[in-house]
């Protein structure tokens, strides 16, 4: 049953005929619904700044034939509104012929509950809890200037219409808690920022006073740089801790690795599949199967099952991630990556958990092991060139490392590197993988999508670091 | 077809009517509609075609002191009574902040529109794949361009009505016309990719597609087989379309928001010189066509002009209602942000810039955000080409860049080269003693 057609003049019947006759002579295409209520609540400057709650109801009605899209999306689910967008793909389309594939596999999997982080709290409650928060952050030091603390819940209901007829559904929760303190001393201010979240109730985070852990670390970090001094340039060897810093490989490798950019060879990787593009023993995988994790989904977004995809084997470069179009086209399944950031966006291949297992080694020996470098903690924003395949980081904690030991923290550091050539620059994989506290949101062609990322430490023999001192 | 005055008018009445009745006692809401449309090519094939029709309604509800915002895309009435009812009902249960409140009656925009934002002209998309096609047809007559990115074209038309529960009610129409080619080159072994952009407001004022195509082509060949060179202390000069970045960066550190919480490295810097004694920085937001242009703010506060920094010193904050009472200032209607900011041009001319010292980095591409705006740290990854004499010698990859804001404001040489390409512009920019990190 739909629950998309139950307040419309529309019933499924007269949608789903109007979907197969528009979709009868392409290769692919769907209507994809979707139900969106979300919430902010922000608290800034020891006020409630914001409480905004927000729905979102449209559809996306998409034919593919060969390598090209027509989409059309509108808020209005009509007959009328559905016969405009078929016309619409249909002269896009014209003169175009495909062959309709009908099997998606149908699944049972699932790795979030039914939970309604928006609904199962009420606004006095979170409020009550965002004001407590403010008073414990401000009460730590009297060097806390200011605090910003925000809960972000969403409950996003999909439905995936198919001609001929298969519906299939998904219901997703997510939410994300996220503390910020500035700090000052001696006229230097500086930020620390931590977050958690997931595809569960906020009471994971919340109860048994979790959420003071997760100011304490906002206020530690900030601290920390409040010591730091002037980051060095030039090229030096780099330890990256476990957990968040796998951002890195989501940047640096896992862009390259996403189907399209292979398909239309823009990518450094398209034609490396069976080489070697890493050091032995680094393995890499996305994973859209990790009970409750950010970057998790029973189906993607064209209504595939997702599943763990080993894309690095030990070095060797194994697959890359598809969605149902650039599959086709490279005669390969759909590994479940197909993700969009809404109704109103166009299938693109994204990422879900991209993971990078455990090695031997352990952190310790990691850093004795350097003479000179830096020990990267934690980063802020990344991006990357798939092209030339070079990437950026700015680091938000980070320390010097002289003679095999942790030295002063360093502010301003920027990594820079080149994705495929630092692969294989890995020098030691450590045996402490952590998965990230569950912030990570991936931009792509301006469509922002809820990912995962993990790691162990990793020494990387050489990287651009920069920094003001030479 | 966008949709008309009168249906937005409706349903903005609609909600201030509902939400008095229901109990608050000042109400505002945004009703908007836009419609685009894109169409993507690749290797001058269609790739895709995109139709986006969407409604959105905003509605932010008082009660004394107290504040809560509900947005929908649902606009179905029933819908809209529900929600209605959840913004007052949330309002009642949020604290009080007394800096909360509509604007003053008197700074509501009460003008005329006679800037030209709208642009009737219609593409079908047949019209819109030729114009880019022939964009990558240019781009094309190198033989070291080996594969596009991707190109497109995109039309933008948008209404909306804002309106408020002390009498504000005005909207207007605006368009949007824009057009890319973005291509790959090779060489050698190396491959590289760049762009040309261009956006207006009017169709017939867009780069033509001949333009368009061979700077794409000639920014990703100038790009191929780049050198790494050594960490040094260096001058850079910043391309226009990453010299308006710093703009960006100085109008977020002089936000209201920023300097009532003081989280900016230009607290308390009003009537400090900020910069050296040869910057002026404007925000318009009244330039016919521009494309930053608008009458009034999201509060309808009109939109006044700025001097932001004259001769240096910097003379005013981008100031909205909320953030205005907190530092005692009435909102100069920049609650949206900035209109059409830009650098007054400088004195020398390109070819004096890239001449002004022995060796200089030219930076065209940066990544990475880098900016930190609480302590002024700016540390981005960059590529560009080494000047020396005068002459564009080799590309450079894989280096950052790092100084501090408080100290590259005092070092700016700007160009005389301004034009509005975007809504934020720069001339071409000089910057000495920067720190790049390479090999």
New interface residues.
Partial sequence: MSNFFK?SEIDISKAEKIVSETLKNCDDGELYLEDTKSEVIVL??N????????????YGFRAVTG??????????ISEKSLVN?SQ?LK??LKNKKGTYNYEIKNTNQKFYGDTDPVEEKS??SK?DIL?EINSYARSKDSSV??VTANFIGEKKNVEILRAGGQLLKDERPLVRFNVSI?VEKNG????GVYGVGGRQSYDVYLNDDNWKKVCDEAFRIATTNLDSKP?P???MKVVLGPGWPAILIHEAVGHGLEGDFNR???S?FHNLVGQKVASDGVTIIDDGTLDKRRGSLNIDDEGTPTEKTVLIENGILKNFMQDRLNARLMNTKSTGNGRRESY?H?VMPRMRNTIMLNGNETQEEMIKSVDKGIFAVSF??????I??G?????CTEAYEINNGKIGSPL????L???GPSSLKEILMVGNDMKLDPGIGTCGKAGQGVPVGVGQPSLLIDKM??????? | MIKEENYLKKIAETCLTQSKKLGSSDASVVVMNSISENVNIRNKQLDGSERSDNLAVTLTTYIGKKKASISSSNLNEKNIYKLVNRCVEATKITPEDEHNSLPEKELHYMGDKELELYDETHLDNEKKIDFIKEAEEYAFESDKIVNTNGSGFSENKSNFILANSNGFMDGYKTSQFTAYCEVVSKSNGSMERDYEYTTKRFFSDLLKPETIGRNAAKYAINKLNPKKIKSEKISIIFDKRISKNFLTNFAGAISSSAIAKGTTFLKDKINNQVFNKSINIIDRGNIIKGNGSRYFDSEGVKVDNLELVKDGVLKDYLIDSYNGKKINRKSNGRSSGTTNLYFENGELSFEDLIKSEKKIIYVNETIGRGANLITGDYSVGASGTMIENGEFIYPVSEITIAGNFNEMFQNITLANDLEFKYSTNSPTILITGMTVGGK
């Fill in positions: 307040n800034d400057d006020k409630i700044k914001s409480s905004d709650y927000s729905t979102d109801l449209g390598e090209i899209i027509a989409y059309s999306h509108s808020n209005e967008s619409n002269s896009s606004l006095k409020i004001n200037k200011q500035m230097k201010k500086e930020t980051s340039a030039g090229e239309k060879k823009t450094v109103k166009i802020g924003g990344g991006q990357v060139d092209t030339s070079k990437f950026v980081f700015n502010k301003g550091a920027t820079i590197g080149d651009t670091v920069g920094g003001t001192k030479i």
